[in-house]
C-alpha cells in the first residue's frame, strides 16, 4: 500500500514558477515508478512528468523546458519545479506512484493517487 500528498499548489501570475511536492508513505520499495498528472476543466486527465526508479524521465511536450521532476530520497518525496508558467498549465495536479502486482494471470501494474493540488495560472 501506498500513501501520496500532494502540496505546493496555489494561483501564480504567467511567467512565474511554483514547485509542487508528492510525500509518499507506505510500502515505498514497491515502486518502480512515479510520475504528475493534471487535468483541466473539460479536458481529459494527461501525463505532465514521470521518473522511473532507475531515474529515466519523460515530460508532455507542452511543458518540455520548463518542467522538472526530480525526488529527495531522504525526504521520501518527489518534485515538479514548474517555470514560466502559462494559463494553460492551470488545472488540478495528480501526484502517481506505480507499482508492479504479479497476478494469477501474469504481471500487471497498480497505479496510486493523491488528493490533487489546484493551480491557477492568471494572464
Known amino acids: 500500500q501506498v500513501q501520496l500528498v500532494e502540496s505546493g499548489g496555489g494561483l501564480v501570475t504567467a511567467g512565474g514558477s511554483l514547485r509542487l511536492s508528492c510525500a509518499v508513505s507506505?510500502?515505498?520499495?514497491?515502486?518502480?515508478?512515479m510520475g504528475w498528472y493534471r487535468q483541466a476543466p473539460g479536458k481529459q486527465r494527461e501525463s505532465v512528468a514521470t521518473?522511473?526508479?532507475?531515474?529515466?524521465?519523460t515530460y508532455a511536450d507542452s511543458v518540455k523546458g520548463r518542467f522538472t521532476i526530480s525526488r529527495d530520497n531522504a525526504k521520501n518525496t518527489v518534485y515538479l519545479q514548474m517555470n514560466s508558467l502559462k494559463p494553460e498549465d492551470t488545472g488540478v495536479y495528480y501526484c502517481n506512484a506505480r507499482t508492479p502486482v504479479i497476478g494469477a494471470s501474469g504481471p500487471y501494474r497498480r497505479d496510486y493517487w493523491g488528493q490533487g493540488t489546484q493551480v491557477t495560472v492568471s494572464s
Open positions: 507506505g510500502s515505498r520499495f514497491s515502486i518502480d515508478a
Open positions: 521518473r522511473t526508479n532507475g531515474g529515466v524521465t
